[in-house]
Nanobody
């Protein structure tokens, strides 16, 4: 069964760090683009970052995140990570990872059936 499972979320104070994990089962991450997305209460889901071995590249959907968030992958563990530093209250959201079955990180994901999603992990940044 194909599955993505996120972990590592929690409550952290502003300025703190968290590392999220996205573990794949039922398939090998090597051949696919894996993205991190987030959805804050009352807001639309937005892209955070994406990594594609085939493209040999990483992407950050917002310039404001690039200096604080880092995406990486461990193919041996079929896991993708999102290291989040200097967290801010506005980073509070449910974070999801997703796999693109048919293309790279630039493949449209909103309403797309060619991306599969994990269940999400809650990140709360608050003092």
């Amino acid at each position: 069964q194909v599955q993505l499972v996120e972990s590592g979320g929690g409550l952290v104070q502003p300025g703190g760090s968290l590392r999220l994990s996205c573990a794949a089962s039922g398939f090998t991450l090597d051949y696919y683009a894996i993205g991190w997305f987030r959805q804050a209460p009352g807001k639309e889901r937005e892209g955070v970052s994406c990594i594609s071995l085939a493209e040999g590249a990483t992407y950050y959907y917002a310039d404001s995140l690039k200096g604080r968030f880092t995406i990486s992958r461990d193919n041996a563990k079929d896991t993708v990570y999102l290291q989040m530093n200097t967290l801010k209250p506005e980073d509070t959201a449910v974070y999801y990872c997703a796999v693109s079955w048919t293309g790279g990180c630039g493949t449209p994901w909103r309403g797309s059936k060619t991306w599969s999603w994990g269940q999400g992990t809650q990140v709360t940044v608050s003092s």
